[in-house]
């Protein structure tokens, strides 16, 4: 099951596939290794984002959590609460997001996340490398877009080739510059 979330009241922070269709433990398994079974079953999204989740899994993290912690922190950092709609747990394996039988083989696929959050995390690439493909396959780069719907001073147009305004996708896929390299 999938969580759009709402209040994050239901959802839990630690259990439930809900950053984009991934859970914690598959962003950041060595920190979801250090959070206790209660903790596990009772920390609700919205108490995590009150701040829980770092009690949970602290104080002594360990070198291999250390980077993790900044990874979840930068992961969730965008994602919103709606206070007036309760999470929606969804099948993720029929188009409507209603249970049927036949999907019910699909869970047994082995296909537990977003196709393109499980190649990216369980790759064998460095924690910068793997952030950053995170960041782009969500559009989260801090790219001239992006500054400009915050109201931030951006380049006019991509530094690279001068020609088109830039954006994350221009920056790998549609420069020329970048083409050509
Ligand atoms: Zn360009």
Redesign the pocket.
């Known amino acids: 099951m999938v969580v759009s979330l709402g209040n994050g009241e239901e959802a839990l922070f630690w259990k439930d596939h809900w950053i984009d269709g991934a859970r914690v433990v598959d962003i950041a398994p060595n920190l979801a290794a250090l959070v206790s079974k209660r903790h596990d079953n009772s920390c609700s999204i919205k108490e995590g984002f009150g701040g829980e989740w770092m009690r949970d899994c602290g104080p002594n993290l360990g070198a291999a959590a250390v980077p993790e912690f900044f990874v979840l922190w930068n992961a969730i950092s965008d994602i919103l609460l709606s206070p007036d709609q309760e999470d929606v747990f969804r099948w993720r394996w029929t188009a409507d997001g209603i249970y049927s039988a036949n999907a019910y083989g699909a869970f047994f696929a082995g296909t537990t996340m977003a196709p393109v959050a499980s190649q990216i995390w369980r790759s064998r690439a460095p924690y910068s490398c793997k952030f950053f493909a995170w960041l782009a396959s969500r559009n989260r780069c801090w790219t001239a877009d992006r500054l400009q719907r915050r109201g931030l001073p951006h380049p006019a147009a991509?530094p690279?080739?001068d020609?088109?305004p830039?954006s994350i996708h221009?920056?790998l896929l549609?420069?020329?510059?970048?083409r050509e390299i």
């Open positions: 991509c690279l080739c020609q088109e830039e221009h920056l549609g420069c020329v510059v970048t």
